[in-house]
């Protein structure tokens, strides 16, 4: 039998006009690319967000039609998320670190019909301008004073939104309308995207803003180092309006000190973000000898938290929510707040309990299988490959069937390619990686795709890329290359080849020439004996 309740579609907009009227005066606090703080509100944003839709509309834009940004954290690529997805259309996050030939791809792969850019990618989109397909519109996100000399036609983000109506009735449509799209690095060949619907949008925020942090709140202050163009700033721009927390958006100044006078300047209570952006700013609270005012949380992902960092953060009374994640679970799978029964436990015990990766969300069904797919116990032991199944993670790769097919197993779960345990009390702990690929500073490199370039240099037999740990950016690769026999293949050569299909970042830190590689059981090149072999490797930049 069914029941009786109406069944309103869940719709990303709703969050917005609920948090004007509910929390009119919780701020939106930005550092702009023209140089200043930008302040607002969420009851000034929303009238802005109904000018921006009306004029997406007049550009043509409407159901499904992708719409694309390349922006760093502030209020317009706030208002981008809201006014693309309010009218049915597609937000597509574009990741500025991916390559030029990446980037490209993404492009033509969304099928992007418009591009919104800060004025920091002006010169980028000049370099790709005639790669970019025939009819992409492309708006810079400015105002007419600021507006550049561009070598392309462009539009003004404000010239846009000037005279259009400030209010909206939103559209109706079924709550599995794709809200957004964000491309994350394929082991293999191009990356893949993850196509967010309004449902899982919305339960996604309701299942963040009760989880973290423990729980959110009107009136916290919030600041977003992670970014809005990749995994969806962690949910933010969804969980902070419907909570009533404020957002402070740092811009594109990342960098220890930027961000600790920022936190300092407007009271950030919690700041999200990877691990390599906290040493930063750990940094340089040892140099002032001091913690920014009002800052007492701190939610560290993307990455393994070292418990050295953990020890530092809390050993500053500031506490540490070590959360894990993807792209594809729009993204928060787990959450490391511990429970009030834990809370009295020494600080020896916390921090070993906080270097693991937290328990689930509500919404997120987490299991460990072994290689046969058989299901291994939660015993904090037994270490497998981990699926994940729920309410906000992705049944598939947006017009990409093989990695779909790939991705899910027999019973519906999606595979995340990280090897982890799970102990009785539900806490994961993430020991590895199946997945070939290397996360340097938050940001992907495919090991696959770099040996691809390499093989085609006629003085290499074989070659690795691996993954080695490093002080800064969590892991750097490796590149370990077999040669040709009486050969020595040239190591600017290299680089010059991968740097014709990498960005600079994404190239091997080093080169190493090795006789032979180790070789699985089934004649695979064991990329766990060469990790072990090169996990003390002194990378040149290492320090
Ligand atoms: P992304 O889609 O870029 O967010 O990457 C998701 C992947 O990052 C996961 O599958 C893990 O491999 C890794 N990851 C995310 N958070 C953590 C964490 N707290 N500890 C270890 N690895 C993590």
Same mark, same amino acid.
Request: hydrophobic content about 45%; overall charge negative.
């Given at each position: 039998?069914?029941?009786?309740?109406?069944?309103?579609?869940?719709?990303?907009?709703?969050?917005?006009?609920?948090?004007?009227?509910?929390?009119?005066?919780?701020?939106?606090?930005?550092?702009?690319?023209?140089?200043?703080?930008?302040?607002?509100?969420?009851?000034?944003?929303?009238?802005?967000?109904?000018?921006?839709?009306?004029?997406?509309?007049?550009?043509?834009?409407?159901?499904?039609?992708?719409?694309?940004?390349?922006?760093?954290?502030?209020?317009?690529?706030?208002?981008?998320?809201?006014?693309?997805?309010?009218?049915?259309?597609?937000?597509?996050?574009?990741?500025?670190?991916?390559?030029?030939?990446?980037?490209?791809?993404?492009?033509?792969?969304?099928?992007?019909?418009?591009?919104?850019?800060?004025?920091?990618?002006?010169?980028?989109?000049?370099?790709?301008?005639?790669?970019?397909?025939?009819?992409?519109?492309?708006?810079?996100?400015?105002?007419?004073?600021?507006?550049?000399?561009?070598?392309?036609?462009?539009?003004?983000?404000?010239?846009?939104?000037?005279?259009?109506?400030?209010?909206?009735?939103?559209?109706?449509?079924?709550?599995?309308?794709?809200?957004?799209?964000?491309?994350?690095?394929?082991?293999?060949?191009?990356?893949?995207?993850?196509?967010?619907?309004?449902?899982?949008? /919305?339960?996604?925020?309701?299942?963040?803003?009760?989880?973290?942090?423990?729980?959110?709140?009107?009136?916290?202050?919030?600041?977003?180092?992670?970014?809005?163009?990749?995994?969806?700033?962690?949910?933010?721009?969804?969980?902070?309006?419907?909570?009533?927390?404020?957002?402070?958006?740092?811009?594109?100044?990342?960098?220890?000190?930027?961000?600790?006078?920022?936190?300092?300047?407007?009271?950030?209570?919690?700041?999200?973000?990877?691990?390599?952006?906290?040493?930063?700013?750990?940094?340089?609270?040892?140099?002032?000898?001091?913690?920014?005012?009002?800052?007492?949380?701190?939610?560290?992902?993307?990455?393994?938290?070292?418990?050295?960092?953990?020890?530092?953060?809390?050993?500053?009374?500031?506490?540490?929510?070590?959360?894990?994640?993807?792209?594809?679970?729009?993204?928060?799978?787990?959450?490391?707040?511990?429970?009030?029964?834990?809370?009295?436990?020494?600080? +020896?015990?916390?921090?070993?309990?906080?270097?693991?990766?937290?328990?689930? /969300?509500?919404?997120?069904?987490?299991?460990?299988? +072994?290689?046969?797919?058989?299901?291994?116990?939660?015993?904090?032991?037994?270490?497998?490959?981990?699926? /994940?199944?729920?309410?906000?993670?992705?049944?598939?790769?947006?017009?990409?069937?093989?990695?779909?097919?790939?991705?899910?197993?027999?019973?519906?779960?999606?595979?995340?390619?990280?090897?982890?345990?799970?102990?009785?009390?539900?806490?994961?702990?993430?020991?590895?990686?199946?997945?070939?690929?290397?996360?340097?500073?938050?940001?992907?490199?495919?090991?696959?795709?770099?040996?691809?370039?390499?093989?085609?240099?006629? +003085? /290499?037999?074989?070659?690795?890329?691996?993954?080695?740990?490093?002080?800064?950016?969590?892991?750097?690769?490796?590149?370990?290359?077999?040669?040709?026999?009486?050969?020595?293949? +040239?190591?600017?050569?290299?680089?010059?080849?991968?740097?014709?299909?990498?960005?600079?970042?994404?190239?091997?830190?080093?080169?190493?020439?090795?006789?032979?590689?180790?070789?699985?059981?089934?004649?695979?090149?064991?990329?766990?004996?060469?990790?072990?072999?090169?996990?003390?490797?002194?990378?040149?930049?290492?320090?």
């Amino acid at each position: 039998m069914k029941g009786l309740m109406m069944h309103r579609p869940l719709r990303i907009a709703d969050i917005l006009s609920y948090a004007a009227e509910i929390h009119p005066a919780a701020e939106v606090v930005s550092v702009r690319t023209e140089g200043d703080v930008h302040r607002t509100t969420y009851a000034a944003l929303a009238p802005r967000v109904a000018q921006l839709a009306h004029a997406l509309r007049a550009q043509g834009m409407g159901l499904g039609d992708r719409v694309a940004t390349l922006a760093w954290n502030g209020y317009r690529h706030l208002e981008l998320y809201y006014a693309i997805s309010g009218i049915g259309a597609v937000c597509h996050t574009i990741n500025p670190r991916l390559s030029p030939e990446q980037m490209l791809y993404i492009i033509g792969h969304a099928g992007d019909r418009m591009l919104f850019l800060d004025l920091t990618f002006v010169p980028l989109i000049e370099k790709l301008k005639d790669h970019l397909p025939a009819g992409l519109r492309l708006v810079v996100m400015t105002d007419r004073a600021h507006m550049p000399d561009t070598g392309f036609d462009a539009l003004c983000y404000e010239d846009l939104l000037d005279g259009q109506p400030a209010a909206i009735d939103w559209p109706e449509f079924d709550e599995d309308t794709a809200a957004g799209l964000c491309y994350t690095s394929g082991t293999t060949g191009n990356p893949k995207g993850t196509l967010y619907t309004h449902r899982s949008t /919305v339960l996604h925020a309701m299942m963040l803003g009760l989880s973290l942090p423990a729980p959110l709140q009107p009136g916290l202050r919030i600041l977003p180092v992670v970014p809005l163009f990749h995994v969806n700033a962690w949910g933010l721009p969804y969980a902070a309006p419907l909570t009533g927390a404020s957002l402070i958006f740092p811009g594109p100044a990342l960098d220890g000190a930027s961000l600790f006078n920022l936190m300092d300047a407007e009271h950030v209570f919690s700041a999200w973000g990877v691990p390599t952006v906290w040493l930063g700013l750990l940094a340089e609270i040892r140099q002032k000898g001091r913690i920014p005012k009002g800052f007492a949380d701190v939610v560290v992902g993307g990455s393994a938290a070292p418990r050295s960092m953990i020890a530092a953060f809390e050993e500053m009374g500031v506490n540490v929510c070590h959360a894990w994640g993807m792209t594809e679970m729009s993204p928060v799978g787990t959450q490391g707040n511990l429970p009030p029964h834990m809370a009295g436990l020494s600080l +020896d015990d916390r921090l070993a309990l906080k270097s693991k990766q937290g328990r689930r /969300v509500f919404g997120v069904d987490l299991k460990i299988v +072994d290689e046969a797919g058989n299901r291994l116990p939660h015993d904090g032991i037994a270490a497998g490959q981990l699926y /994940v199944r729920g309410n906000a993670i992705c049944s598939g790769y947006f017009e990409n069937p093989e990695a779909s097919a790939a991705a899910i197993d027999a019973a519906g779960w999606f595979g995340t390619g990280d090897i982890a345990s799970i102990d009785a009390d539900g806490f994961l702990s993430i020991q590895d990686r199946a997945k070939d690929l290397i996360k340097s500073g938050g940001e992907w490199i495919s090991s696959i795709d770099l040996e691809n370039v390499v093989m085609a240099h006629p +003085d /290499v037999a074989n070659c690795a890329v691996i993954a080695v740990p490093h002080v800064k950016w969590g892991e750097r690769p490796l590149l370990v290359v077999v040669p040709e026999p009486g050969k020595s293949p +040239d190591r600017q050569e290299l680089m010059d080849m991968l740097g014709q299909h990498f960005a600079r970042w994404q190239l091997p830190d080093d080169v190493v020439e090795v006789d032979s590689l180790p070789l699985t059981a089934t004649g695979k090149v064991s990329k766990l004996t060469l990790r072990q072999q090169y996990a003390d490797h002194r990378l040149p930049e290492a320090g």
